[in-house]
């Protein structure tokens, strides 16, 4: 990917706002920017749009928004600034969380009145670092739903989405972009311009050797995310000269069904369920968080551990697709016994029996070595597990952003004409992977989205 003049000859054709990447942050960028007036015209490299947005659970946090209220959950944009800055260790652009934590009630509302998206909250459990109950998506808990139903909605509103179009080079006069080059299907180059540029288009999860150079502990893990997520907007960042941030940050997960390659709920660990390794012994904090947790399991011997739950949890965790997906390939073992299950999962019976054996005594008297506060009901038979792995979801860091969106030149002056949003912009998740709060993703894809969306074109 490169930055080039715009050509000679002019453009094959122009449009107000050019959108790169039809993920839910892109569809949302330009679902907003045609609200307010503009022509707009959406490029995907993919056949269909489906992008991070559809390998994940599809929720976004919000707070203060009708469907708390509904539930009489009392939450506030400062109580979610601040669970946002204790995961992050205070690393986080305070500016930015409070763009994103002041816009997301509007944009929830937007969601579901503008755009008639049957947005629900997840009121059954609770997610690691968030004080409320914030998440809201649809009723299958489906990324992949989400990102179709905003594709709907942008078909009904005649918002143009090209598919199967490489953006590899971005035209640029006195640093600001004027257009693109895209690659069609049959390898012929069509020449873009536009007055205006969102970046939509990711992280670069799928670059190893940029994975490598900037985040060396998870370079060896799955990746579960995109695999056209390969770093163009750093790219043209370094074209541009424009300031990029956190780059070693990124989502983890250390619950990916092995060898299924399943995304299993964290629902299966914050309603009561605990990971052991192959010698049937807990080894870290769950609670902690399922993005620390790729590190954690990865360490283990093997580089998997198994989740451990039970019957109850299970009906949890069968609201999301994925869960039932992975109960469909048989990559839940379910069994009367602790001793059954270890025969299930390969595991020492004995080590395993003590193992659960002794949770009862950690919820009693909070003596947990590894300095897990266990709640709620204790497990009980049937017992369900689930062999699983770390894995590398999607990157946090990239180009550094205004409050409205706008990219950052290396001496911190804004861009007039472009724009950065979701994965192509640094999230709210600090320097590593430990800042990483539940939701941050979708957070930064669908709000600063539409923030991106609205603004007009230079």
Known sequence: ?????????????????????????????????????????VLERDPVPRGSTALSAGLIPAA????????????????????????????????LVASLIENAPEAIGWLTDGLGLPLTLVHDFDYPGHSRRRMHG???????????????????????????????????????????????????????????LILACNGYGGNKAR???????????????????????????????????????????????????????????????????????????ESQGYSEAARA??????GWAATVFDERIAKIA?????????EAQGAVKRAD???????????????????????????EDGSDPLGRRFTGPPLQPPYCAVKVTGALFHTQGGIAVTPEARALRVDGTPCTRLCAAGGAAVGVSGSGDSGYLSGNGLLSAVVLGRIAGRQSAG
């Open 138 to 196: 649809l009723p299958d808990r489906s990324g992949a739903a989400l990102v179709d139903a905003l594709r709907s909605a942008a078909e009904a509103r005649d918002v143009p989405v090209i598919c199967e179009r490489v953006a590899h080079t971005l035209c640029a006069e006195d640093g600001e972009p004027v257009g693109v080059i895209a690659r069609r299907p049959d390898g012929a180059d069509e020449a873009i311009g536009c007055r205006r």
């Open 211 to 285: 994975v490598a150079a900037h985040m060396p502990a998870i370079a060896d893990a799955l990746y579960f995310g995109h695999d056209g997520n390969r770093g163009e907007a750093l790219d043209w960042a370094e074209g541009l000269g424009l300031r990029t941030s956190h780059l070693g940050a990124y989502q983890g997960h250390g619950n990916v069904a092995h060898p299924h390659g399943i995304l299993i709920t964290w629902a299966t660990i914050t309603e009561g369920g605990v990971q052991v390794n192959a010698e049937g012994r807990r080894f870290w904090d």
């Open 297 to 302: 399991v990865l360490a283990q011997p093997g």
């Open 1 to 41: 990917m490169s930055v080039a003049p715009p050509p000679a000859g002019g453009f094959d054709l122009e449009v107000e706002t050019l959108v790169i990447g039809a993920g839910a942050c892109g569809l949302v960028a330009a679902l907003s920017a045609q609200e307010a007036g503009q022509e707009v015209l």
């Open 64 to 95: 203060g928004t009708a469907q708390q209220r509904a539930a009489g959950i009392d939450d506030a944009p400062e109580v979610f600034a601040a669970d946002i800055q204790k995961k992050a260790a205070n690393e986080a652009d305070p500016a």
């Open 318 to 326: 069968a609201q999301f697709e994925d869960f039932r997906n992975a």
């Open 337 to 363: 016994t602790v001793a059954e299950l270890a025969r299930a999962l390969g595991l020492p019976e004995e080590a395993l029996s003590e193992t659960i054996g002794g949770l009862a005594q950690l919820r």
